[in-house]
């Protein structure tokens, strides 16, 4: 069976790379600009499965307006370049992520009648599911998904009596039901552990990291996150963490990911099936980074990624990381302005310039197809802010 389904993905695979290959071989740009949703203005892509169904956010209209939802786009077939979308609106998308398997589970949140986020999956044109909450907390958020569709990660968080939140990192499995004969499919909440890292203290000298969540999963069921915290006046403390699955995968177990020299925080946001971890290290500025595990000696190393020519150390980031190694995210010029950039696991001095259109642009999103999803904006003010709405794209990187 496992044969089986290696080798529908694999034709279904190189199906898709030969559309791509031969829309981009008509055209005059080497990206596929996707802008928005019909009736929208704005619209960014955070992952692409890889069957070429990309999800994202934009605004959608409604009762004469718009509103924030989880979209999809189809890169492919008779329907490539349609949208559709969840139908139910959601939080500020902003940072927030979200992901798709490869049987087109998509995983992101949706505004609950409390005003909190909620953790929600949903597939085009079925129904939805409300992935709930961690015990009494009052909101969630669902990041990312793994290929399989067979883990959520994200985090749960609850505003406390004192004022202050607690937020903590979650993982949903999926169950099959069976009921008068017919399965159906649930999801399951677990809270992640944090192994003593979220005491006051334990990491950095008087700094509690009440913040914890998981941003990236695999198939073989490691999580990556972060726990972070910060005072009133926006100072913060990171630091990036894996979760390894123990006892057949119904739990896990913590392990702190490596500092690199000479900054202070770190974060790890994607992995990919050979474990390999992206994120960045930061400290004044902000560097893209890849973990990888020596396995002979089970230690985890830590290397900063190089920078495109002209860039600056401003915030540069490594967002995603498919299986072969090809790593995507941005890198900022000489003004601080993002520009989307691409790296690659196994040659380590590799970066080049994505070629997103516009004036600023992040890759957030990549699969093993070789392509790169993200936003751009076409006009910025000149410290790097957005003016024009985003708009969505994708990119072929190889």
């Not at 049987?103 to 005003?115: E, F, H, K, W």
């Not at 970066?351 to 993200?374: H, Q, R, T």
Request: contains cysteine.
């Amino acid at each position: 069976m496992k044969l089986f389904r290696a080798s529908v993905l694999i034709v279904a695979a190189f199906c898709a790379s030969v559309a791509w290959s031969q829309a981009q071989s008509a055209r005059t740009t080497p990206y596929i600009d996707l802008g928005h949703f019909k009736g929208g203005s704005t619209a960014e892509l955070q992952s692409i499965s890889d069957f070429g169904v990309a999800m994202g956010w934009g605004d959608v209209p409604v009762n004469g307006g718009t509103e924030t939802r989880m979209l999809g786009v189809h890169l492919f077939g008779p329907n490539a370049g349609q949208w559709f979308e969840s139908g139910v609106s959601s939080d500020d998308w902003t940072g927030d992520g979200g992901g798709i398997s490869n049987a087109g589970v998509i995983a992101g949140n949706i505004l609950d009648s409390n005003g909190w986020s909620e953790g929600y999956a949903w597939t085009a044109n079925y129904a939805g599911f409300y992935l709930g909450k961690y015990s009494d907390d009052d909101g969630s958020s669902a990041i990312a998904i793994n290929h399989s569709g067979t883990l959520i990660v994200g985090n749960s968080g609850k505003l406390l009596q004192d004022g202050t939140r607690r937020v903590t990192p979650v993982v949903w499995t999926s169950q099959v039901i069976w009921k008068s004969g017919k399965p159906s499919l649930t999801w399951e909440i677990h809270a992640l552990p944090t192994g003593g890292l979220e005491k006051p203290g334990a990491v950095f000298e008087g700094v509690t990291l009440n913040f914890w969540g998981g941003w990236g999963v695999n198939d073989l069921g490691q999580i990556v996150g972060d726990g972070w915290t910060f005072d009133e006046n926006w100072n913060y403390w990171e630091i990036a963490v894996v979760w390894n699955p123990i006892r057949g995968g119904k739990e896990w177990e913590i392990q702190r990911l490596p500092m690199a020299d000479g900054v202070a925080y770190n974060e790890a946001l994607g992995i990919n099936n050979l474990g390999e971890i992206v994120g960045d290290v930061w400290e004044s500025y902000e560097f893209p980074a890849l973990y990888k595990k020596d396995h002979k000696t089970q230690k985890w190393s830590v290397s900063v990624l190089p920078a495109t020519p002209n860039s600056e150390p401003w915030v540069s980031m490594a967002w995603s990381i498919d299986d072969l190694g090809d790593i995507v995210g941005s890198c900022s010029d000489e003004n601080g302005i993002a520009r989307a950039t691409l790296w690659n696991s196994h040659n380590l001095s590799f970066v080049k310039s994505l070629g997103f259109p516009g004036s600023k642009s992040i890759a957030y999103g990549v699969n093993n197809m070789g392509i790169a999803v993200g936003g751009y904006w076409n006009t910025v003010d000149q410290n790097g802010n957005p003016v024009s709405p985003e708009q969505a794209v994708a990119v072929p990187i190889r």
